[in-house]
């Protein structure tokens, strides 16, 4: 599976949006960016996931470039209680296990 | 649905002691799996199991025994506790191994002294 770098923190206004970045540039074209968040101590909550074409739900929006190479997950109007850990993951969508590969993750602090 | 559930919330053991974390889900999953979580560190996979009867090894699984004797339960079992295994540990599921979006359980905490 394609490794992900992503920054170990960032900071957002309540209101505003929050833009996650995220590098994969070794992605294969079989690969989807996925994107989960873990909220303190709770279980990790998948929010949305892409293979080439931005997608968007009730949550978020996802920004993936033309090359595939990053990707950028949108909040679009952030939240206290959008403060947590947000996982980029890049994995084949027919990957013999299914799993998921976890990095460190982006820690996002939502301020009033 | 209740969901993912796993038990203990909370779990304190010795050295050398062994012990099974429970976990259930009642949305009748094939994909199951087994995460554990260290201060400051990302999820790793311990191991994972795509039906019942199925199982296979992830990341870290040394230390660590499962078996699927049903759809419903994918327990983790530790056969002899060592402090390295002090770790916060998720189980997930999800309808099968193609699957989009995973869903996670709350957790067990676990203490090795």
């Known amino acids: 599976d394609a490794k992900t770098t992503q920054p170990p923190s960032m900071d957002c206004a309540e209101g505003r949006a929050a833009n996650l970045p995220c590098n994969h540039s070794t992605i294969s074209g079989n690969e989807y960016v996925y994107w989960y968040r873990q909220i303190h101590s709770q279980g990790p909550q998948y929010i949305i996931h892409?293979?080439?074409n931005n997608e968007t739900n009730e949550m978020a929006s996802l920004i993936i470039t033309e090359d595939r190479k990053s990707s950028t997950l949108i909040l679009p109007h952030a939240t206290l209680r959008d403060t947590a850990v947000y996982y980029c993951?890049?994995?084949?969508?027919?990957?013999?296990?299914?799993?998921?590969?976890f990095g460190q993750g982006t820690e996002l602090s939502v301020k009033p | 649905n209740a969901g993912v559930t796993q038990t203990p919330k909370f779990q304190v053991l010795k050295t050398g002691q062994s012990m099974t974390l429970q976990c259930a889900q009642d949305?009748?999953?094939?994909?199951m799996s087994w995460y554990r979580q260290d201060p400051g560190m990302g999820l790793r996979l311990i191991h994972y199991s795509v039906g019942a009867g199925i199982t296979d090894q992830g990341e870290v699984p040394n230390g660590y025994n499962v078996s699927r004797s049903t759809t419903e339960d994918f327990p983790l079992r530790l056969l002899s506790a060592a402090p390295s295994q002090t770790s916060v540990y998720f189980c997930a599921s999800s309808p099968d191994r193609v699957a989009y979006e995973q869903y996670f359980g709350p957790g067990t905490r676990l203490t090795v002294t």
């Open positions: 949305m009748n999953h094939e994909y």
């Open positions: 892409g293979l080439k």
């Open positions: 993951i890049v994995r084949p969508a027919y990957n013999q296990g299914g799993k998921l590969i």
